[in-house]
């Protein structure tokens, strides 16, 4: 567990990071002309960095138990499983 107290030079970086990271949200679809399977793809990896961001400094994540990051991830599994679900449903019907 870390001790350390966010600064705000840590939150600004974050920030710049968010917004790079929704400025290449932005710019992919023009610079690299993809299908548009591959396309979303490579936009929910983008998304999923950003979450990540969030949930690490903006939330306290980060320094927090790792129980607590366990409840996190046992949410997110269970998130998956509800879209996998669904995503089957909707392909065979």
Same mark, same amino acid.
């Given at each position: 567990?870390?001790? !350390? @107290?966010? !600064? =705000?030079?840590?939150?600004? $970086? *974050? +920030?710049?990071?968010? &917004? &790079? &990271?929704? +400025?290449?949200?932005?710019? %992919?679809?023009?610079?690299?002309?993809?299908?548009?399977?591959? !396309?979303?793809? *490579? %936009?929910?990896?983008?998304?999923?960095? $950003? =979450?990540? &961001? =969030?949930?690490?400094?903006?939330?306290?994540?980060?320094?927090? $138990?790792?129980?607590? $990051?366990?409840?996190? *991830?046992?949410? +997110? =599994?269970?998130?998956?499983?509800?879209?996998?679900?669904?995503?089957?449903?909707? @392909?065979?019907?």
């Amino acid at each position: 567990m870390e001790n !350390t @107290v966010p !600064t =705000v030079a840590l939150y600004t $970086k *974050v +920030l710049a990071g968010l &917004l &790079l &990271l929704t +400025l290449v949200t932005f710019l %992919q679809p023009s610079l690299y002309h993809l299908n548009p399977g591959n !396309t979303a793809g *490579v %936009q929910l990896l983008i998304a999923m960095m $950003k =979450v990540a &961001l =969030v949930a690490a400094y903006y939330m306290h994540l980060r320094s927090e $138990k790792a129980y607590l $990051k366990g409840y996190v *991830v046992m949410a +997110l =599994v269970i998130l998956l499983i509800f879209f996998l679900i669904v995503g089957i449903d909707a @392909v065979y019907s």
